[in-house]
């Protein structure tokens, strides 16, 4: 499975952007995906997960009602809108699968297969 993901750049606190990650090769209709971010000098963190079957999701606190995860099976791709932004949110954002899913959305060790990142960056 390759993922990409797309999406980040510069916004203003209070601003939105949504990412978006494509999935190509291998594909899986059960498991899970989820987004992680890494802030400078900080250890990458969950953000959010989603199961693809069923839809179920998680979130961390630092974001929950601000941001959604969403995903479209049939092109493959997941979702994170992101509204609310805050400084704080300015991270490296990473898209990653979870073939068999375990129960646990937030356990880096949990994912198969991650993306590249993509730079988010929220002005004060």
């Known amino acids: 499975v390759q993922l990409q993901a797309s999406g980040g750049g510069l916004v203003q606190a209070g601003g939105s952007l949504r990412l978006s990650c494509a999935a190509s090769?291998?594909?899986?209709?059960?498991?899970?995906m989820g987004w992680f971010r890494q802030a400078p000098g900080k250890e990458r963190e969950f953000v959010a997960g989603?199961?693809?079957?069923?839809?179920?999701?998680s979130y961390a606190d630092a974001v929950k009602g601000r941001f959604t995860i969403s995903g479209d099976n049939a092109k493959n791709t997941l979702y994170l809108q992101m509204n609310s932004l805050k400084p704080e949110d300015t991270a490296v954002y990473y898209c990653?699968?979870?073939?068999?899913?375990?129960?646990?959305?937030?356990?880096?060790?949990?994912?198969?297969?991650w993306g590249q990142g993509t730079q988010v960056t929220v002005s004060s």
């Open positions: 990653a699968a979870d073939v068999y899913f375990s129960g646990s959305y937030s356990l880096e060790y949990e994912y198969d297969y």
């Open positions: 989603i199961r693809k079957s069923g839809g179920s999701t």
């Open positions: 090769g291998r594909t899986f209709r059960s498991g899970a």
